[in-house]
């Protein structure tokens, strides 16, 4: 989603202004602008599509100035042109947003009657309207920036430049997050922490409603009453994540790869790999007493929770309530007081999943994150943080957070179990030592399917639609392959619980259609092989990933089988994820897609 950074200093700007935006493009964007105050008068460069046409821009018309705000845009309101690019200019003052104006028409219907000439389509341009407006009615700029967030409604990430104050930039933020960064004569504003990393490590983050007056040496910061706050200034971890592709072609491909390594990281956090125990978690969400779960996330975070619930209604024996955080956030769902909400997030910011924990919050329940990102709003509103320690990830599609957040969501559910005494010390034991063992046995797949996964990934690069099928927890993995193939490659991709099959979608399957079967050789395996002989019967192309033991009793005619080593069934899906995720990568890469930053995708959903 769209990118903030802007800088107040003493060096030139526009050339740092925009690696701090490539810092960012891991959120998706579609089109990019800087503006800076030049001898006293606003100046901005724009370009549609990637940095590189903005860069292009600024090398034939360099703007050399000490200040300046930079934006991507990921458009909602009007088409990604260069004439909707921000920054928005309006009689002296530049505005870039991220975020919705959800009163915008009313505001524009407003502002058009008093004479107020729009120049885009977009529910920013209100904010520079309503501004310009202000100071015409005489308001100071503070004034008028107190005015305008008045007016308006609906989530925002504001940085604003006012042409007659060339050492001041105005910043609010209410939903999508802002974090202010201190340097030494020089202060900075990103959207997140990684954008800053080059510049400081020290950052304080506004919260909701706070606005700010950032200059040179300081900041300035206000409620949404005007009145004077302080919010505290902390060192920040994100500059010590290198950002580069490795020896990778893609994002995508090196944090695959990097799996075994980070989820190695993300167990030490959870296990004691000595005595094979889960360590105590958080004392703020008790297990033992809690009735029930309440769980939420958006798309792949979502896939890892259904995974997760698997696993905690089996080994704690805890009801899981689980929906998409934008319906569970408007269902009304009754809860208890007593119970615990968890939510999954990488990035700690998408905005349903953010407010169905204030829903669950306003409703008593104490509130756990499962995050990546710690200093994100999510972990920050939360009683309790569960790490999942994988490291910035990159590109869009979700690997390594996916295999991560299993991981925790995992020890968590043992450590419920032993909590609520209905896993034993021995089951804790194998089940721990099943864990520990995963990263070796990810390393070895990653190392052995590569070869087959490209063959199979050519042929799947023609097809218009790809079905998923699997049972237990192999059902929202499933669904998560389909998810991944469709996000990077463009391939229409369903995932369906194997029992489901003869309820609809069998009505699909004809000689074009392949049908991925994710079928380790578990407690269901003869049920989906069942489905699989339905499929088969009907001509369908089937392609069996599964286990040795699998492989050796299916006795199928499949078109291709992967087959992984025998593993125990509480890590099969983190095993599993490996090929489906090696299938939408190598899939999208025949295909010469976009692979990190698939069209209309952004890394952070930070509306709704
Ligand atoms: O940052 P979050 O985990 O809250 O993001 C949730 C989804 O937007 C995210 O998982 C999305 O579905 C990915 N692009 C999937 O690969």
């Known amino acids: 989603m769209c990118g903030i950074v802007g800088i107040v200093g003493q060096q030139p700007v526009s050339e740092r202004l925009v690696d701090a935006l490539k ?81 915008f028409a009313e505001l524009k219907d407003e502002l058009s009657e008093s004479g107020a000439e729009f120049r885009t389509e977009t529910d920013t341009e209100v ?91 300081g900041v300035h910061i206000f409620d949404m009453d005007g009145n004077f706050v302080t919010r505290p200034r902390q060192v920040s971890t994100a500059a010590a994540f290198i950002v580069d592709k490795g020896n990778h072609r893609h994002f995508m491909e090196k944090e695959i790869y990097e799996q ?37 996330a958006c798309g792949t975070a979502y896939l890892a929770g259904l995974i997760g619930k698997y696993w905690f209604e089996r080994y704690a024996r805890l009801p899981v309530e689980i929906d998409v955080a934008s319906e569970f956030r408007y269902r009304e769902i009754p809860l208890s007081p007593q119970s615990a909400a968890l939510f999954i997030s990488q990035s700690g910011e998408t905005a349903d999943t953010l407010a169905s924990l204030r829903y669950c919050k306003e409703q008593g329940l104490k509130i756990g994150a499962v995050v990546n990102a710690c200093e994100s709003t999510i972990a920050r509103e939360a009683d309790a943080v569960f790490p999942i320690l994988s490291g910035p990830e990159i590109g869009v599609a979700s690997t390594k957070a996916f295999t991560c957040q299993l991981a925790v969501l995992a020890a968590l559910a043992i450590r419920a179990g032993k909590a609520r005494g209905t896993v034993t010390d021995d089951q804790e034991q194998a089940l721990v030592k099943s864990l520990t063992g995963m990263p070796l046995i990810m390393r070895q797949v990653l190392n052995s399917i590569k070869p087959k996964i490209e063959l199979l990934s050519r042929e799947l690069s023609i097809c218009r639609d790809v079905l998923y099928l699997g049972r237990g927890t192999s059902f929202p993995l499933a669904m998560e392959g389909a998810l991944k193939l469709k996000e990077i490659s463009y391939i229409h991709a369903e995932g369906y619980a194997a029992g489901e099959l003869k309820h609809g979608p069998i009505a699909l399957i004809d000689e074009n259609m392949p049908v991925i079967v994710i079928a380790p050789n578990d407690r269901f395996f003869e049920k989906t092989v069942s489905n699989m002989q339905e499929v088969a019967a009907r001509g369908g192309r089937i392609i069996l990933i599964t286990d040795e033991k699998g492989a050796a009793a299916s006795k199928l005619d499949t078109m291709h089988t992967i087959v992984l080593p025998n593993v125990d069934e509480v890590i099969a899906p983190m095993i599993f994820s490996m090929p489906l995720q090696l299938l939408a990568y190598h899939t999208a890469v025949f295909m010469g897609t976009d692979v990190d930053q698939p069209r209309n995708l952004a890394k952070s959903v930070t509306v709704e």
């Open 23 to 103: 810092r960012l493009e891991y959120r998706g964007y579609d089109s990019a602008g800087v503006a800076t105050i030049i001898d006293g008068a606003l100046h901005r460069r724009r370009a549609e599509g990637k940095l590189v046409n903005l860069e292009a821009r600024l090398k034939e018309e360099p703007l050399s100035a000490t200040i300046g705000i930079a934006h991507t845009r990921w458009a909602t309101h009007g088409a990604p042109t260069e004439r909707n690019a921000h920054p928005h200019f309006t009689d002296g003052v530049a505005v870039v947003h991220n975020g919705i104006i959800e009163n």
């Open 260 to 296: 075994p390594e980070v989820i190695s990281h993300a167990l030490s956090h959870y296990i004691n790999f000595i005595d094979n125990q889960v360590l105590p978690v958080s004392d703020d969400i008790d297990f033992a007493k809690v009735p029930s779960l309440a769980v939420s």
């Open 127 to 217: 904010v520079a309207q309503l501004l310009a407006r202000f100071r015409r009615d005489g308001l100071g700029r503070r004034e008028a920036m107190h005015a305008m967030l008045k007016r308006v409604r609906g989530a925002y990430a504001l940085a604003i430049l006012f042409e007659d104050d060339p050492s001041t930039i105005m910043a609010a933020r209410n939903g999508p997050p802002l974090a202010i960064g201190h340097g030494n004569g020089e202060m900075f504003l990103g959207s997140d922490a990684i954008a800053l990393a080059p510049f400081t490590n020290e950052i304080t983050y506004l919260i909701d409603g706070d606005w700010a007056v950032i200059g040179k040496t």
